[in-house]
Structures are given as C-alpha cells and as structure tokens.
C-alpha cells in the first residue's frame, strides 16, 4: 500500500537535505500516517483508515466523520473512502 491519505490524499514530497557546506543530496518528506479506526454513527459501524494527523484534525473539527465524508471531495478520497462516503450519504437521504 503506498503511503498515502486515504481522506485528504497527502502523500510523499521530495526535496534536498542541504549541508552546512550547501551540498545537496535527495530525501524523501514522508507524512504523518497513522492506523486509526473511525466510528460512523449514520452507518453503525467502524473503519480502519490510514490516515494523517491533519486529516484526523480536520474529522474531529468537521465534527465527526460522517459530516466530513459527506463533504470531502471525491478526488481526494481513495477508492474504499469513497464508497464509505456513498454509503453515508445514502443513508443520510433515505434518513431525511
């Protein structure tokens, strides 16, 4: 699995580690990935995402993780976090 968000789609950068003699050579900017189990309420049920701490941020600020699916951009999102998010807000509708 590549190292990628699977909510905000941040992934790796590349750049130079510089030396005090400005020599340059490739490193890698990894991001901060972390295992974590988010809790739908519309759904009753949870899943495991691998995701960032900013991404984790932005679901508590949201104010949950339904309501920043339901928002999120499809582009964005991976393949198995879209079709969580077209659960959600298929159940949000039939629940409306």
């Known amino acids: 699995m590549s190292r990628r968000c699977e909510l905000t789609g941040k992934g790796v950068l590349t750049g130079n580690n510089v030396s005090h003699a400005n020599n ?7 991001p901060n990935l972390l295992a974590v189990s988010l809790i739908s309420d519309s759904l009753g049920q949870s899943f495991n995402l691998k995701i960032c701490r900013q991404a984790q941020r ?6 949950g993780f339904d309501t920043f699916i339901a928002k999120a951009k499809d582009d964005q999102l991976s393949t198995r976090a879209r079709q969580i998010k077209k659960r959600v807000v298929k159940t949000a509708a039939v629940a409306a």
């Open 24 to 30: 340059k050579s490739r490193r890698r900017y990894l």
């Open 58 to 63: 932005s679901v508590d600020h949201a104010g």
